[in-house]
Structures are given as C-alpha cells and as structure tokens.
Nanobody, 123 residues
Framework: VQLQASGGGLVQAGGSLRLSCANP????????VGWFRQAPGKEREFVAA????????KYSDSVKGRFTITRDRAKNTVTLEMKNLASEDTAVYYC?????????????????WGQGTQVTVSS
C-alpha cells in the first residue's frame, strides 16, 4: 500500500490548512485511513480516522470541532480539513491505512504509513 501525504505548510494561528492522503494505486480502497501527528520531542498521536466508505469517523478530543476528515472513494483520497489552527497543532502529520475497514485510533491497527507532511502554525 502506497500512501502520499501532502498539503502541509506554514500558517498563522487561527488559519486553515487542508491535508490530502492519496493512494494512487488504489490498494487501500477498502481500508480505514487515519491521520496521526508527531510534534518535536513528543510521541506520535492519533488525530482522526475514517472508515472504508466514509460513513464513520473518529477524532481526538484535541481536534474535535476544528478538524474534519472526509473520504473521496472516486479519487481514492482522504482529506483532513484543519481550521482554527493553534501552535499546539504544529507537527509532522502522517496518514496511514488500516489492516481493516474501520476507523481506528490505535496506531497498532495501521501497518501502512505514508511519508509525513510538516504543518507549522505560527503564533
């Protein structure tokens, strides 16, 4: 499974960014997909996840109400829309495909990982 994360960048606090996770070979179309992030000096943490058809989502408490995860099965992409960003959201963001079809928060459920994309929020 090949995943390509993109869309990171530098944004001011209160701003928005949209991250995309593409699976160009369509090998994860029936798998759940999650976004995780790792800030400097911290462990990687769960951000959001979506199940195989986009009908079920899960969010960490820290992003709930600000981030939205959606899935476009026709384009085989998963998007993370991030609004009202804060400095605490600064991290490298990773997308990952689960071994099963659900939306999972546990990293152990995700054997396939894309490269990270840097998100930096300036205060």
């Amino acid at each position: 499974v090949q995943l390509q994360a993109s869309g990171g960048g530098l944004v001011q606090a209160g701003g928005s960014l949209r991250l995309s996770c593409a699976n160009p070979r369509r090998t994860s179309s029936n798998n759940g997909v999650g976004w995780f992030r790792q800030a400097p000096g911290k462990e990687r943490e769960f951000v959001a996840a979506v199940n195989w058809n986009g009908g079920s989502t899960k969010y960490s408490d820290s992003v709930k109400g600000r981030f939205t995860i959606t899935r476009d099965r026709a384009k085989n992409t998963v998007t993370l829309e991030m609004k009202n960003l804060a400095s605490e959201d600064t991290a490298v963001y990773y997308c990952a495909a689960a071994r099963s079809s659900g939306a999972y928060s546990q990293q152990e459920e995700y054997p396939y990982w894309g490269q990270g994309t840097q998100v930096t929020v300036s205060s």
